[in-house]
């Protein structure tokens, strides 16, 4: 069974710049998750799909991000303009039945904003 | 969420030694907790996990201890071989909330 992946694996841009990331979560989780970890501190939740839904959206910094999931199958964070405090690594997650199994994660994408 | 936190940010075992990390949560309300491993480049990966309503749950070579009491979760690892050298996460959600809540982790590094 493929894992979760994730896609670029590293970034960099510039400050001011649009980045794309990319999750396919493991094929059948309707949950998907966006969690990132910048320099230094936690591993912190950004928000949680079930299929197309944004389920729960509370961890999201602010307006400059927009995540999507189209059709329920992957999803893509967009972060636009990117700002130097967005740098980091970006997990993606998925899992099968809600609160009933564990989080599986991508390796993640580090971005790089400069 | 409120953050969950580690006792240790480093620990060095001997190869074939018992390790034991810890980690202390401060959401009573929480009811779920789970370790991870996280090698370097790569992404969380899933060791273990137990649910409030149990004090205790084996693995293959790792148990997981919940002492809701004191609020505090460790990993035990029988026999650590220097595979199991990466830095080790613990997690909680709380009841109805399906948000994880990470400690800053702890590097364990096995000594061959």
């Known amino acids: 069974e493929a894992g979760v992946t994730q896609f670029p694996s590293h970034s960099v841009i510039e400050k001011g710049q649009t980045v794309t990331l990319r999750c396919d979560p493991i094929s059948g989780h309707d949950n998907l998750y966006w969690y990132r970890r910048v320099m230094g501190k936690e591993i912190k939740f950004l928000l949680h799909?079930?299929?197309?839904?944004?389920?729960?959206e509370s961890g999201m910094p602010n307006n400059r991000f927009l995540a999507e999931r189209t059709g329920g199958t992957y999803s893509t964070l967009k972060v636009q303009p990117a700002e130097l405090e967005d740098s980091g690594v970006y997990f993606c997650?998925?899992?099968?039945?809600?609160?009933?199994?564990?989080?599986?994660f991508g390796n993640g994408t580090r971005l790089t904003v400069t | 969420g409120e953050s969950v936190g580690l006792h240790l940010p480093t620990l060095s075992v001997q190869e074939g030694d018992n390790s034991i990390i810890n980690c202390a949560y401060s959401?009573?309300?929480?009811?779920?907790f789970i370790w991870y491993k996280q090698e370097s480049g790569k992404g969380p990966q899933f060791i273990i996990d137990?649910?409030?309503?149990?004090d205790k749950r084996q693995g293959q070579r790792v148990t997981v201890l919940l002492n809701k009491t004191v609020k505090h979760l460790s990993l035990q690892i029988a026999a650590t071989q220097p595979g199991d050298s990466a830095v080790y996460f613990c997690g909680d959600s709380g009841a109805g909330s399906y948000q994880l809540t990470f400690g800053k982790g702890t590097k364990l590094s096995v000594i061959p």
């Open positions: 137990i649910r409030s309503n149990m």
């Open positions: 959401n009573s309300a929480s009811d779920y």
């Open positions: 799909f079930v299929k197309e839904s944004k389920q729960d």
């Open positions: 997650a998925s899992s099968f039945t809600l609160g009933d199994s564990p989080l599986h």
